[in-house]
């Protein structure tokens, strides 16, 4: 019998993967004090032709898209009412969390003057799909911190205890502790609909904000059905995502594997990829953007990786029930989904994009790696921190292990 109940998993921290990953954030933060301290320039490779770079693609655009699994496992367990994947939705939402917190903190790193990256609430332009994104961002943001309000309030109501002069703030924390545990969780579902929302809006809006280059994107993925591809695709990843990182962690600290959800939620994934992948073909073969397939571009390569390896071959492994229930196999298609998802915003961003007065092509700088390598493994020691200390996973063992 398996308890299903979010705990602390309490397990060793120190290990060998956090002090390496520890090691990359303390050698990355060298580079975030150069940025700020001497300039965008002084790190990073971009000019006029190339405003930006993997930043955007991959920090911004690619964070965005990786975690859509808090609104997709919301919007199955509370708005579609299937509760039997509940246990999946804190996992989901912390990544989700953490995912839009650095998604937030790459935006910053982008902008020349970072300082006035608040500006888009007193200066609204409606008319601009960026400051529609710049918004939903900031918002959905606020409500996944409210969402995960609870389970703080959940792991400490009852064990504030602060030292010295601070005693006196016991007695008010702990009110406000058990506030949020007994009266947010009742309008919980406010904020659920609401972070659905948000997150179809900016999902699908970043697609949009490539429809005004028509001239500098190759047209292998420039299309008016951008915004769509851009929410579809998110559709396509965020099981998958869960599927990933649920594996990951239940492997890493010798948990229950969850087989049992992560299977029937693998046939759900297959459907929405299905649906992808006849989308993504339909809009080629109607546009007949198909011939520039096999010229033999770094363009096409890119384009047929994404296809084949990211999109194809997993939704074929997928329709095979064996592959399904087997956890090896599942977690080499979420591997290839999330990468296939990875390139397309990689290639929509970077490599379909070539400004046509540009002077040389785009390379991301060391700075620019290392800085992206650190958010990277910030999200993973944190992750690591929240399940040790706070009820996210479900930490108790099949009994006999």
């Known amino acids: 019998m398996i308890t299903h109940k979010p705990e602390p998993t309490h397990s060793k921290f120190w290990t060998p993967g956090v002090r390496i990953m520890t090691g990359i954030v303390a050698l990355g933060s060298l580079f975030i004090l150069a940025r700020f301290f001497a300039g965008l320039g002084y790190v990073a490779n971009f000019d006029n032709q190339h405003p930006w770079g993997i930043w955007i693609a991959i920090d911004v655009a690619t964070g965005v898209v990786l975690s859509a699994g808090g609104f997709m496992t919301a919007l199955i367990v509370y708005i579609f009412d299937r509760r039997y994947y509940k246990t999946l939705v804190r996992p989901a939402l912390l990544t989700a969390t953490l995912g839009y917190t650095f998604v937030a903190v790459g935006v910053m790193f982008d902008l020349g003057r970072y300082w006035a990256v608040w500006h888009p609430l007193i200066y609204p332009q409606v008319n601009s799909v960026l400051f529609e994104v710049g918004i939903c961002v900031m918002f959905y943001l606020t409500v996944l911190y409210i969402e995960f309000m609870p389970i703080l309030a959940e792991q400490y109501r009852g064990k504030v205890n602060l030292p010295g002069f601070l005693a006196k703030f016991n007695k008010p924390t702990e009110s406000i502790l058990s506030f949020v545990e007994e009266k947010i969780e009742k309008v919980i579902w406010i904020f659920i609909i609401l972070g659905v929302v948000l997150s179809h809006m900016h999902q699908s809006s970043l697609g949009t904000l490539m429809l005004i280059a028509p001239t500098k994107m190759h047209q292998l993925w420039y299309s008016p059905l951008m915004p769509l591809m851009f929410l579809i695709s998110a559709y396509a990843v965020a099981f998958p995502m869960v599927i990933f990182e649920t594996t990951m962690a239940t492997k890493s600290l010798q948990l229950h594997d969850e087989m049992e959800y992560l299977t029937p939620l693998s046939r759900i994934a297959m459907v929405i990829m299905g649906i992808y992948i006849v989308l993504k073909i339909a809009d080629m073969a109607i546009r007949g953007t198909y011939t520039y ?109």
């Open 293 to 401: 397939l096999f010229d033999g571009s770094t363009e096409s390569n890119a384009f047929m990786a994404e296809l084949f390896l990211g999109m194809i071959i997993p939704f074929i492994m997928l329709i095979f029930k064996q592959v399904r229930n087997s956890r090896k196999l599942l977690t080499l298609i979420a591997v290839m989904i999330i990468g296939g998802v990875v390139l397309n915003r990689i290639n929509v961003f970077l490599v379909a994009y070539n400004p046509p007065y540009a002077q040389h092509s785009y390379f991301p700088s060391f700075g620019e790696i290392i800085i992206t390598v650190t958010f990277i493994s910030c999200i993973m020691l944190l992750y690591r921190i929240a399940v040790t200390y706070l009820p996210i996973l479900n930490a108790k063992k099949e009994e006999g292990k």
